[in-house]
């Protein structure tokens, strides 16, 4: 059965390996859902967020093919309740629409986004939490008109330890 | 505390920190954005020794074929652009092969990357997927540390290519030169730690088995694990087959050698591997050439896996106990937990495997009633004049399975073939880097009609460096094994398959190589013999029954057990 996984690969900071993460998706016909990279909590050790769809069979044979890359130090898998995780979207929208279409204020107030800048042309809308929340509060703003929408990648902590630490002393 | 430095260039930095890692012999092909490399090479003629081969895939094989024999590091240099991605076919095999290489490519000068460059390509990305790691290197102090992790990368661990690439102002630029070999890399752990529990576990599974039967592969070779096998099998009495990369860790008359699995294995191990009761995969990745179709493979054993490579473990056959490490290692330290054994009515089913095998397959091979010569009868006759000592290269396709189910060997590391990507054109290149590597020893390339005009070019690398190969064609005017495949397969359709061949005879001579044709069984042993005795390159062509083909055989997707004998 193919279940949602959240894929975070502890690695150098090197060129290349983004390449090479990609590639051992490719090569097993796995789209991507989302990818973000970010520093992580160990210093000069970069952190590789990847959500993907696959069976636990595959993911396990994927993690192993991602930690046999030189400089990746460990990769480790996980369903949505073995971690805390969020997206942030990004909602560009006319900024006539603020005192034209009153209903928008409520929109905000009510799904607890924040609005990031306004100007007299543009007003931006900035909303973190789960993929419905984000997905929500489009669909509510779509028939407005939205002049741009952005939405990152997952990113996620795990509830349990991951060790990185450790893991590279013993390398 | 701080290193002697000298000032010198970048390029000469390439070919000192070469040396320093104790390589003196280098394969490639000259070219624009290597200029500089070569210039200092030429300055340093006298303890690095350059083979120039006449395309840069010769000269990766011939890098393979050295490394494979002599458990070095292959060296291998090559331009940018086009000789860059001519060494791709190379290091694709090197990596399936998990042979230790490390490839120097030349790079258009930093400040036009990206540009189009005449002869740039992205060779970093274009070889990321087969290479174990690889690495841009565009300033000049940065040469000798990526050469150092580059040889430690490739030979330690589960060897494999690795590929450095250097721009030109790199090479042309100079830097504070000193050598330090690299011990570490902090994210890569060559060896995993063997867990005491997992080896008991294994051992208890060896001493309770009533019907236990080992496959090794290559790993055995790899981690130099030749003498533990041999301990293990000998005191637990377990029969023992071989993938086509483990040929030759294990002298091919050991009382407790059945032969090879797989595809075109031997009757009795395919049969058997579904009637064992626990198998034991020393070094070997189950690829499907040698599992046929998973669903039926060994499913009424328990299986222990010793592997140097986590990831191979549970990739294509689930296994009970998973015995991680070094080979010699691991074999030696399960020693001490195996009893001794002798498991004498098992070993004689193979035995008796082997009986109809011989009947129905190896007789006529060996000793054929029909008037057209057949492959295994000259391996057998060059068996017969080097007694199984010679290094033995194959090409790929039906030779090369004939090769390796025919040839003896009593010498580790002995057999050179293109076994995970079978590429066609390895073996001519590969011989000359094997007889390189073992300038003492008799290679002996067998080489398909097909085959050896993929890479014929290298007859000039024999021609210019003298490399004393011997070369056996063995023309049957056909890509045998895939005419044997239209034929089972495809009604005797023969598409593409049938070759108008050139006058090889003519072609070796024209590389001044003495060259024999033998087309009648009566003159094969006396060919054989004066190629043997040659202590130059010889080529003999052998005329082969046309449609001769392989078997046993597992047709792709069927059950090891429904191994057909013709």
């Known amino acids: ?171 | 505390m701080s290193l002697k430095t000298e000032r010198i260039s970048g390029s000469e930095a390439v070919v000192r920190s070469l040396l320093a890692e104790g390589a003196d012999l280098a394969y490639g092909y000259p070219g624009g954005a290597i200029m500089p490399i070569y210039d200092e090479l030429y300055k340093y003629q006298d303890k690095l020794h350059h083979v120039l081969t006449r395309h840069e895939q010769g000269a990766i094989h011939a890098a393979q074929g050295f490394a494979r024999v002599t458990g070095k590091v292959g060296v291998c240099l090559a331009t940018s652009g086009p000789g860059a991605t001519n060494l791709i076919t190379g290091i694709a095999d090197a990596q399936i092969d998990s042979t230790p290489l490390v490839c120097i490519t030349g790079q258009v000068a930093s400040h036009l990357l990206g540009t189009d460059a005449f002869q740039e390509t992205d060779v970093i990305s274009i070889s990321a997927p087969v290479t174990k790691w690889n690495v841009q290197v565009t300033k000049s102090q940065d040469i000798p540390a990526a050469i150092a992790k580059a040889f430690f990368i490739a030979k330690s661990g589960r060897p494999g290519p690795v590929l450095i690439d250097i721009t030109k102002d790199a090479q042309l630029g100079e830097l504070d030169y000193s050598y330090e070999k690299c011990t570490s890399v902090r994210s890569y752990k060559p060896i995993p730690d063997t867990n005491v529990e997992q080896l008991k576990a294994a051992a208890e599974l060896i001493n309770g088995a009533k019907k236990p039967f080992i496959v090794f592969g290559q790993g055995v070779i790899l981690g130099e694990a030749e003498a533990e096998l041999k301990a293990l099998i000998e005191k637990a009495g377990i029969p023992s087959a071989w993938t086509v990369l483990g040929l030759s860790a294990l002298p091919t008359n050991h009382y407790l050698n059945v032969g090879m699995v797989g595809m075109h294995g031997h009757y009795g191990p395919n049969k058997l591997t579904n009637e064992c009761d626990v198998l034991i995969a020393i070094g070997m990745r189950f690829d499907d050439r040698v599992t046929g179709t998973l669903e039926t493979y060994a499913k009424q054993a328990k299986v222990i896996h010793f592997d140097i490579d986590p990831a191979e473990i549970d990739k294509n056959v689930k296994t009970d106990v998973a015995v991680l490490g070094d080979s010699k290692d691991t074999l030696g330290k399960i020693l001490p937990f195996i009893n001794e054994n002798k498991h004498e009515e098992w070993h004689n089913e193979f035995k008796r495997y082997r009986e109809i095998e011989n009947e129905a397959v190896i007789n006529p091979q060996l000793k054929p009633t029909k008037e057209g010569l057949t492959m295994g009868e000259v391996i057998n006759q060059v068996n017969k004049e080097t007694k199984g000592d010679a290094i033995i290269v194959s090409d790929v396709g039906q030779h090369q399975m004939f090769t390796v189910r025919y040839a003896d060997f009593t010498t580790t590391r002995s057999n050179v073939t293109s076994g995970g990507l079978g590429t066609m054109g390895f073996a001519l290149p590969a011989a000359i880097g094997a007889k390189m590597g073992a300038p003492k020893r008799e290679v002996v390339a067998f080489i398909g009609d097909g085959g050896y005009q993929m890479t014929c070019q290298e007859l000039g690398t024999i021609l210019q460096t003298g490399a004393a190969v011997k070369i056996v064609v063995l023309n049957n005017e056909f890509l045998g094994m895939v005419r044997q495949w239209q034929q089972l397969f495809f009604d005797k359709r023969y598409a593409s398959t049938v070759m108008t061949n050139p006058d090889f005879i003519k072609l070796a001579e024209a590389y001044d190589i003495q060259a024999t044709k033998v087309s009648k069984r009566e003159d094969l042993a006396g060919a054989v013999k004066e190629m043997i005795a040659s202590d130059k390159s010889y080529f003999l062509e052998v005329m082969i029954e046309k449609e001769d083909n392989v078997f046993p055989m597992v047709p792709t997707g069927a059950s090891v057990s429904d191994v057909r004998l013709s």
């Open chain 1, 1 to 171: 059965m193919e279940e949602l996984f959240t894929i975070s690969v502890y690695t150098e900071n090197n060129p290349g390996l983004l390449n090479r993460i990609a590639t051992i998706f490719l090569k097993r016909h796995i789209n991507i859902e989302s990818l973000n990279v970010s520093k992580s909590e160990i210093e000069n050790v970069h952190r590789f967020t990847i959500v993907a769809r696959m069976t636990e069979v595959s993911v396990k044979k994927l993690v192993g093919q991602i930690e046999k890359q030189i400089e990746v130090i460990k990769a480790y898998y996980h369903r949505d309740d073995e971690i805390i995780f969020h997206e942030t979207a990004l909602y560009k929208i006319a900024s006539s629409l603020l005192f034209e279409k009153r209903e928008i204020q409520n929109i905000i107030k009510k799904s607890h986004a924040t609005i990031v800048t306004v100007n007299p042309k543009f007003f931006v809308i900035e909303k973190t939490g789960f993929r419905k929340e984000t997905e929500a509060l489009y669909d509510e703003l779509a028939p407005y008109g939205i002049m741009q929408f952005v939405r990152t990648g997952r990113i996620s902590v795990s509830k349990t330890e991951m060790r990185i630490s450790e893991q590279l002393k013993n390398l």
